[in-house]
């Protein structure tokens, strides 16, 4: 199982040891300086031996290590921070994160849940959606019509 020790520059080193014909050796599996679920995949993914993620975590809290738990904790505590500092999110996604945490994470029926799933939309998911409306159109059947075409009235400029 692996062990977490302090480092002098303020990270921390998730190690392993194991035994050797010379004498037991450790080596390192991570290093961080905050422990987190990438952190513990990282740990796991190098480790000789099965890893409990859970008593990792428990491991890097008790050994000073800022443990993360998950990405929408730690987005919160970077909005925190900058809040502190005196930075402001625009006023129309303040708007939506006063009214979300407000409610207490449950979802209302109204406009604004459905804005608050496009708030940190890539332009690369924003395109892929606007491409699927697209496609969805262009699926729609024609409207069926008598046959005869239809003519519009003239367009003249004065």
Do not use: Y
């Not at 993360?68 to 129309?92: C, F, H, M, N, Y």
């Amino acid at each position: 199982m692996a062990f977490i020790v302090s480092k002098p520059n303020g990270t921390w080193e998730a190690r392993e040891s194991h035994r050797t014909p010379e004498g037991p050796r450790s080596r390192t599996l991570a290093t961080f300086r905050e422990f987190s679920p990438e952190v513990a995949d990282r740990i796991a993914g190098r480790s000789a031996g099965p890893v409990d993620r859970d008593e990792l975590a428990r491991k890097a809290a008790r050994a000073g290590a800022p443990v993360v738990t998950s990405e929408i904790d730690r987005t919160a505590a970077d909005l925190l921070r900058q809040l502190a500092l005196g930075e402001t999110p625009r006023t129309g996604l303040a708007r939506l994160l006063a009214d979300s945490l407000g409610t207490g994470g449950e979802e209302a029926d109204h406009e604004g849940e459905r804005m608050k799933l496009w708030a940190g939309a890539s332009m690369d998911e924003r395109a892929q959606a606007l491409a699927s409306l697209l496609d969805l159109g262009e699926a729609l059947p024609a409207r069926a019509g008598n046959g005869a075409k239809k003519r519009f009235p003239r367009i003249s400029s004065t």
